[in-house]
C-alpha cells in the first residue's frame, strides 16, 4: 500500500497542531514528530499546543536530519511545516518512496495573507487537506486569517501566540488593511 501526504492546514489558532496530536494519538503505526529549529516557543524538545497538550518531538532545520532514524518508522508529523527550507518538498517525496506516511500541519499564508513557505506546494502533492478554522477576536465568526498585533518587525517569520496575533474574520481583517 502507498502511505499518502495528509495536510493539516489554516489560520492561527485555528487548532492545526491539536488536530496533528490527536491524529499521532490514534494511529498505531511508529511514528517521529519534528518540528523547525526556528520555533522558539518549545526550546525543549516538545510540542505544546495553545490548549497545553504536549508530545516529544524532534527540533530540525531540515526535514532529512531525521533520516538517519527512520528504519522503523511508518509515520511523519510535521508541524510548523511552513517554517522549512525548499528542501521539505524533495523530503517528504523520498519519505513517501520509503513507504512512510506524512502529516504536515502549518499556516498556508502569513499575516499578510500571502503564502507562507512551501505550504501551498505540499497541499497540491496531499491527499487529504484539512482546513481548520478560528473564531474571529472581533465578531466570533469562523476566521481564517492570521492578524499581526504587534508591529515590531517586518519579517514573515515571527513565531508568537496570543501577545502577537489573533484570529480575523475577512471582514475583519479587511477593515484592518484598508
Ligand atoms: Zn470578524
Same mark, same amino acid.
Given at each position: 500500500m502507498i502511505k499518502d501526504i495528509q495536510v493539516i492546514t489554516g489560520c492561527m489558532f485555528a487548532g492545526k497542531t491539536t488536530e496533528l496530536l490527536n491524529r499521532l494519538n490514534k494511529t498505531n503505526q511508529n511514528y517521529l514528530l519534528i518540528k523547525p529549529k526556528i520555533d522558539t516557543r518549545n526550546i525543549n524538545n516538545s510540542i505544546e499546543t495553545h490548549d497545553g497538550v504536549q508530545k516529544k518531538a524532534i527540533t530540525v532545520s531540515k526535514v532529512s536530519d531525521v533520516f538517519s532514524e527512520i528504519?522503523?518508522?511508518q509515520l511523519i508529523a510535521i508541524d510548523e #511545516?511552513? *517554517? *522549512?527550507? #525548499?528542501s521539505i518538498i524533495e523530503d517528504i517525496n523520498y519519505l513517501v518512496s520509503k513507504n512512510i506516511q506524512i502529516v504536515v500541519a502549518g499556516l498556508d499564508k502569513d499575516y499578510l495573507n500571502q503564502p507562507f513557505g512551501y505550504m501551498q506546494q505540499i497541499i497540491g502533492m496531499a491527499k487529504s487537506v484539512t482546513r481548520l478554522e478560528a473564531v474571529c477576536n472581533k465578531c466570533s465568526s469562523p476566521a481564517s486569517y492570521s492578524h499581526r498585533i504587534t508591529d515590531n518587525s517586518s519579517s514573515q517569520i515571527l513565531v508568537g501566540a496570543s501577545d502577537q496575533y489573533e484570529a480575523l474574520c475577512q471582514k475583519c481583517f479587511d477593515s484592518y488593511s484598508l
Open positions: 528504519d522503523n518508522i #511545516a511552513q *517554517f *522549512f527550507p #525548499a
